[in-house]
């Protein structure tokens, strides 16, 4: 019999209450004093009757990100079991991450199911498609930093530092040291498409070998269709896992909350070789699949960019890079689906 572990918790909330653990849980549990700082709240109203009857409040609080702000609260020490009964209780609107208590330690916490809703200070690291390449206006971060800083002029910031050609291992190496002096809250990646590209046909040897070095993989898998059942080979890209878990560490280092962006489709029939390199929807599909399959077995949320631009080929410059209208549309299915 599988013995259960101990979790802990923060709330800053109805979870403290006994009467609510003891609805939930069978019991009062362990419970300390704790801080969370970087952290304000805001109210949430509940429709959920279960919930407001095991609370006995239609408005519960949900944390919002403020620099220099802290909230008090308590760690709860949960089983297996009475985290998933935690979870159940939750409502959709919050879902559980990680975050770095006051003290130095880790914990669960409860945070906003819309991951850019209650940032603060955002940092965008990735690729050609993050820096706004073939738009002027800066592409979907452009607006996303335009409207973002707009709802606060005075405390929300916007920091674009992705660099065009950059893998998921240039980022995880580059990120870290960049942080600091931007304090962000949010750390918000959306790079890998480098990494899907395979050689072109009629390469040298020479590129193939390079590419397997870099990949860890010679193989080629998945098919070209959009269908999530055709995204078969997300294990060649297990080879990522290094820099993804890098690159949670760095944010969690930081008390910042990771956020992943996904490819955004793309139209192989137009793409044109880079350098010996060719870009596939197999191969995107399947690096989408693992993204995502990576961020649910490890509690980081995924923003998946694949539709907006699906079969909308007047959106893409080469068949890979969007236009500015192309950017706008990513930029409006990720307000929608972040904020």
Aim: charged content about 25%; proline content about 4%; aromatic content about 6%.
């Amino acid at each position: 019999m599988t013995e259960s572990r101990t979790h802990t918790l923060f709330s800053f909330g109805t979870l403290r209450d006994d009467r609510v653990q003891t609805a939930l849980f069978g019991r009062a549990v362990p419970t300390s004093p704790a801080a969370l700082a970087g952290y304000t709240t805001r109210p949430l109203k509940i429709t959920d009757p279960a919930v407001i009857a095991a609370s006995g409040l239609d408005v519960h609080l949900i944390l919002e990100r403020r620099l220099g702000a802290s909230v008090e609260g308590a760690v709860l020490h949960l089983t297996d079991q009475e985290l998933a009964a935690a979870d159940a209780y939750e409502v959709d609107d919050y879902t559980r991450r990680r975050v770095v208590l006051s003290s130095g330690a880790t914990t669960w916490a409860y945070l906003d199911a819309k991951p850019l809703r209650p940032a603060d200070r955002i940092v965008v690291v990735g690729d050609s498609i993050a820096y706004g390449r073939c738009d002027p206006r800066g592409g979907w971060a452009g607006h996303l930093a335009a409207a973002h800083i707009a709802g606060n002029e005075a405390e929300r910031r916007l920091f674009n530092l992705a660099v065009p050609g950059s893998t998921l291992a240039d980022v995880g190496e580059q990120t870290p040291a960049l942080l600091t002096a931007r304090r962000p809250d949010t750390l918000l990646v959306a790079a890998g498409i480098n990494d899907s590209a395979v050689p072109a046909a009629g390469t040298t040897a020479r590129a193939d070998a390079d590419l397997a070095v870099h990949s860890g993989s010679g193989s080629v898998s998945g098919s070209d269709s959009d269908s999530d059942s055709d995204s078969d080979g997300t294990d060649d890209f297990a080879r990522l896992t290094g820099s993804l878990d890098t690159l949670a560490a760095t944010a969690l280092g930081h008390n910042a909350r990771l956020v992943v962006a996904g490819p955004s489709w793309l139209d192989e029939d137009r793409t044109r070789d880079y350098e010996g390199l060719r870009f596939t929807r197999a191969r995107a599909l399947a690096l989408r699949a693992f993204l995502r399959a990576w961020c649910e077995a490890n509690h980081i949320d995924f923003l998946d960019l694949w539709e907006p631009l699906r079969e909308r080929t007047e959106l893409l410059v080469d068949g890979l890079h969007p236009s500015a209208e192309g950017h706008r549309a990513l930029y409006e299915h990720l307000d929608a689906l972040g904020r």
